[in-house]
């Protein structure tokens, strides 16, 4: 019965490559996850002052593993952030929007292949989430204190850091993930589904979020496959967790696409419809 329900949910992918799809959504979101975070700060820096998005982000960065150098690179990106300009904001703009256009394509590709303007119409669909990305990474950013606080107390503190982080990355993704399944894809799931699923997606990328934090934690040289740069592997390390953060997504999008056909099935051989 299990097995029935999840081929019958991942049957959309049925002969796509969602490798090759999940590579490509994850070429867009390199383009675009900087300028992306660059306008979220820069817009929470003007809503509530530079001083405050240091203050509430200070402890965080201070409790991350610096083992490939992740709390410089975030305290330069929230440096460089607060001190953007409107100019360069709006420069950042139209990176940013590509995410947006990446995942219509994706989603297009399997779903609609064919359609008109897909990338426009990523793009459009793309910015009302920019325009929230600001509140919800206020949000987010209000319960770094506690959370980070309890990672570095150690024991079972840690690992209750852990959970509440967990969920408050869950309850943010969720509507992030709702809106993108909803509208930025192609087709409109029904509600239910839409949310259920984008829940339960937005819970699994909490997940790997997570996960990709205790990576960067662990002890490896990084740059041996590289020839000893560094730099480069962490690279390519975050490019691979984003490649599977992205294949959790289609997978997700799939399972909405299979509910919204299933139920189309049913309504066109219900005795209504056949009478019609």
Same mark, same amino acid.
């Given at each position: 019965?299990?097995?029935?329900?999840?081929?019958?949910?991942?049957?959309?992918?049925?002969?796509?490559?969602?490798?090759?799809?999940?590579?490509?959504?994850?070429?867009?979101?390199?383009?675009? /996850?900087?300028?992306?975070?660059?306008?979220?700060?820069?817009?929470?820096?003007?809503?509530?002052?530079?001083?405050?998005? #240091?203050?509430?982000?200070?402890?965080?960065?201070?409790?991350?593993?610096?083992? !490939?150098?992740?709390?410089?690179?975030?305290?330069?990106?929230?440096?460089?952030?607060?001190?953007?300009?409107?100019?360069?904001?709006?420069? &950042? %703009?139209?990176?940013?929007?590509?995410?947006?256009?990446?995942? #219509?394509?994706?989603?297009? &590709?399997?779903?609609?292949?064919?359609?008109?303007?897909? *990338?426009?119409?990523?793009?459009?669909?793309?910015?009302?989430?920019?325009?929230?990305?600001?509140?919800?990474?206020?949000?987010?950013?209000?319960?770094?204190?506690?959370?980070?606080?309890?990672?570095?107390? *150690? +024991?079972?503190?840690?690992?209750?850091?852990?959970?509440?982080?967990?969920?408050?990355?869950?309850?943010?993704?969720?509507?992030?993930? !709702?809106?993108?399944?909803?509208?930025?894809?192609?087709?409109?799931?029904?509600?239910?589904?839409? /949310? %259920?699923?984008?829940?339960?997606?937005?819970?699994? @990328?909490? +997940?790997?979020?997570?996960?990709?934090?205790?990576?960067?934690?662990?002890?490896?040289?990084?740059?041996?496959?590289?020839? *000893?740069?560094?730099?480069?592997?962490?690279? /390519?390390? !975050?490019?691979?967790?984003?490649? @599977?953060?992205?294949?959790?997504?289609?997978?997700?999008?799939?399972?909405?696409?299979? /509910?919204?056909?299933?139920?189309?099935?049913?309504?066109? &051989?219900?005795?209504?419809?056949?009478?019609?």
């Amino acid at each position: 019965m299990l097995k029935r329900v999840v081929t019958a949910l991942f049957r959309p992918l049925r002969g796509k490559d969602v490798a090759l799809h999940a590579a490509a959504i994850t070429f867009y979101s390199g383009i675009a /996850v900087v300028p992306v975070a660059l306008l979220a700060v820069w817009i929470t820096g003007l809503a509530v002052g530079a001083e405050r998005v #240091r203050q509430l982000t200070g402890r965080t960065l201070a409790a991350l593993p610096d083992e !490939i150098g992740a709390p410089g690179a975030l305290n330069a990106l929230i440096d460089a952030g607060l001190h953007l300009t409107p100019m360069l904001a709006l420069a &950042s %703009l139209l990176p940013a929007t590509l995410y947006g256009e990446g995942l #219509r394509r994706a989603f297009a &590709s399997i779903a609609r292949p064919g359609e008109k303007l897909v *990338g426009w119409r990523g793009r459009i669909l793309w910015l009302p989430l920019l325009a929230a990305a600001p509140a919800l990474l206020l949000s987010l950013l209000l319960g770094l204190p506690t959370t980070s606080g309890l990672w570095v107390r *150690g +024991g079972w503190w840690s690992a209750l850091g852990v959970v509440l982080s967990f969920l408050a990355i869950w309850l943010l993704l969720t509507p992030v993930v !709702i809106w993108v399944f909803r509208y930025v894809a192609p087709g409109r799931p029904p509600w239910l589904a839409t /949310v %259920l699923i984008g829940s339960f997606t937005a819970a699994n @990328l909490s +997940g790997f979020l997570h996960g990709a934090v205790l990576f960067s934690s662990l002890p490896l040289d990084l740059g041996v496959p590289f020839g *000893g740069l560094t730099e480069v592997g962490a690279v /390519v390390a !975050i490019g691979l967790w984003l490649y @599977l953060f992205h294949v959790v997504l289609l997978a997700g999008f799939a399972a909405t696409r299979a /509910v919204k056909t299933h139920l189309s099935d049913d309504s066109a &051989s219900s005795p209504k419809a056949i009478d019609r």
